[in-house]
């Protein structure tokens, strides 16, 4: 899978996931109330998968959702010169 977060998507991923990862862990320990009974375990669990995928895919750069959805916000390079053999791909003219 090539890579398809960058820019301010990677931006937000890297502080809403690590957020959303202290929320979720500070609930489930009990730190934390987010709301009454089983709907506020529900929550915090919710929490804390969202906030290791969104910490995992600024991480890696590589979102299976931005895939299937076709986005892409990376800016990088293609493809690399080792990838092509071509010493002159991914300069600029």
């Known amino acids: 899978m090539e890579k398809n977060v960058g820019g301010y ?3 937000i991923r890297f502080i809403v996931g690590p957020v959303l990862l202290i929320v979720g862990i500070a609930a489930v320990a009990g ?7 089983a ?3 529900a929550l ?3 929490a804390l998968v969202v906030g290791a ?9 590589k979102c299976p ?6 986005v892409n916000t990376y800016k990088g390079m293609a493809r690399s010169e080792s ?6 791909a991914g300069r600029p003219s």
């Open 9 to 11: 998507d990677r931006g």
């Open 31 to 37: 730190l934390l109330s987010i709301a009454a009974g």
């Open 39 to 41: 709907v506020g375990a």
């Open 44 to 46: 915090a669990v919710l």
């Open 53 to 61: 995928v969104l910490t995992t895919t600024a991480i890696t750069q």
């Open 65 to 70: 959702m931005n895939s299937l959805l076709g």
């Open 83 to 88: 990838e092509t053999g071509d010493p002159q």
